[in-house]
């Protein structure tokens, strides 16, 4: 696979972006802005889960109000993650963080729109389990993504 990375790397994209710190600052804006509302709306549906999100409403209702913007939050990630791997493509390779983060991000993807989903109507005890599990993955995903710019491949 490393080929990939570093055609990923080498092309006109890539190096624009990896040229411009102020790209690089707006694309990891923007990734953050779309983490929060991803993270956020999550979160909410998750304590909704657990008993402890907005009285009296049942967390179906809630991840059913809050679905455009989960998606609009993952769209956003999901946009702009590979204009900013494209920029360092080579070192996220690289990093074991980086391959944490993406086998993180798969399982949570999956979990999300499959489990996740028919647990916000499942009974109390199994949504409460979905919900923790469903807040650790995609704060595995984040704490994941920290990691690839705080541990440098050797």
Not at 36 to 51: A, C, E, Q, R, W
Not at 70 to 83: D, K, N
């Amino acid at each position: 696979m490393m080929p990939v990375f570093e055609w990923m790397q080498a092309t006109q994209l890539a190096q624009t972006i990896r040229h411009s710190a102020s790209l690089i600052a707006l694309l990891e804006i923007i990734h953050l802005i779309g983490l929060t509302l991803l993270l956020g709306t999550i979160l909410m549906v998750d304590l909704s889960m657990l008993g402890l999100g907005i009285p009296r409403q049942p967390a179906a209702l809630v991840a059913r109000e809050l679905n455009l913007f989960t998606v609009t939050g993952l769209t956003i990630m999901l946009v702009s993650g590979p204009l900013i791997l494209c920029s360092e493509a080579v070192r996220c390779y690289k990093t074991p963080a980086f391959w944490v983060k993406m086998a993180l991000l798969a399982i949570a993807l999956v979990f999300h729109f499959t489990i996740h989903r028919r647990g916000t109507q499942a009974e109390h005890l199994q949504s409460r389990i979905i919900g923790v599990l469903s807040m650790a993955l995609w704060f595995g995903v984040a704490l994941a993504g920290k990691g690839i710019a705080i541990f440098q491949p050797a």
